[in-house]
Structures are given as structure tokens and as C-alpha cells.
């Protein structure tokens, strides 16, 4: 199954979850002839209902968007706070379907970035931070790259050079951080507009919800030789998303 529908499939998941509990509450209420006109019985009624419709259209319009359809911003941006707010609960729903948690991560941080992509930028470079973790630089190189990226000799061996390079013809902020903590301190000092993050699917999650003041823009890391070790990036996409920062179309280079 594709991680879109598993995602559905979870939000599917935990509507009927709430339906459920929906009924089954209204059914001990009538048997205990508590009064349907009581306050509690009605509030009871009116937010279990809201939630209802909330996940409902969360789950439309998630849909839509994943599929590639064009959907007002403002929709999408309130579709992606609601998804927020339900994330632990899709995380639960997931695991008791045995759907791993990285294919949920990836259709979340391909939703924050379809909000992005919706939305229209033209930063100056200085505005723009690229953050990637250590591990995207070569276990054997011997230069410490998150005191500064210059630092690096740009041997081709891994995606550091690629880096200084982008960092050297689009003048963009870069920085190579060694963890979550370091990273947001990062974020905090240089104060930028937006961020091109790089990382895996767990702490891209938890790094666009961190800063969610802060549009962050996430690019899965490639991991050949497992998680944290020897990692590689599609310096195309990178790129690309500089670019759209800057103005320009993001299929245009
Ligand atoms: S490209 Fe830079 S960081 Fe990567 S191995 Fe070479 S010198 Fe080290």
C-alpha cells in the first residue's frame, strides 16, 4: 500500500475510533434514561460530532492534496494544523495497524511541504538556511565541518562539497548540525526566514514541529549504508529548493 493511503487509512482509522466511542456513549446514555435535553448530554453530542466532521474533512482534504490536486492555501495551511493536532493519534492508530512510523512521517513532511510549495517566496539569500545533519559527511574525513562547512576540501568524496558549493553560488546560509538541540540553536542565533532542512523522517518530524512558526522545508536524507552513517542528499532537489526561495519556479534551474 502507498504511504498516501496508509496515512488515509489511519485518519480513516481514528474517525471510526471516535464514531464508535460516539455511539457507544450515546447507547449507556438512553439506557440509563438520563434526559437527551441535559447540557452535558448535549455538549457531549455537539463536540463529538465537530470532531467527527474535523477529521472528516482533514482526511478529504489531505487526500486532495496528496494527490496533487490545487487546493486554496489558506485550506491547506488549516489542514496542516489539524493534522498536527491529530499526529499522536495517527502515530497510535498506525502502530495498532502495524503500519510503520516512517511512511507516516514521510506523507507528514510531504503535506508541510505541499504547504510550502503553495505558498509564493522571494527571499534574499541571507534569509535562507540550509541545515544538514553530521552524518551526511564522510566517516573518515578529518575536517570538522559543523565548526563551519568551509573547512571542507571539497574532494567529491561525499555531499559536504556539494553543499559549499550551493553555499558559494546562491551566498545561502549552511549549516552542518550534530543533533535536534544544536540544530534549533542554529535556528534561533541566525534567525532565518525559512529553512531547508535535511535529515531522516523522525527528525524531520520533529524538527518542522519544533519550529512551527518557521516555514521549514523538508528533504529526506538517502541512507545506503543504514541510519547516521555515510548519508547522501539529492543535491538536484536541494537546489531546487533554493531556488523556489529565491523566485524562481521549482522545476526551473
Ligand atoms: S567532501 Fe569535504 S567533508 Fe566530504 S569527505 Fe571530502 S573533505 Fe570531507
Redo the contacts with the bound molecule.
Sequence with gaps: MANENKFIYSMFTLVMFFVSLYMGINYIISGKNINVTNFFVIFFNVIFLLIIIVILLAIIVSYLVLKGKKINKTIIKLNLKIVNILYPFIIVISKLLKIPKNDIRKVYVNLNNKYIYASDYNLKAEDIMLLTPHCI??SF?K?K?TNDIKN???????N??DLVKLKQKYKVKVFVATGGTLARRIIMENKPKVVIAIACERDLTSGIQDVSKLPVLGIFNKRPNGPCFDTEIDILEVEKAINFFLGGDYNVL
Design positions: 559527511q564522510k574525513c575536517y565541518v571542507c576540501r571539497q574532494c567529491g568524496k561525499c559536504v562539497g
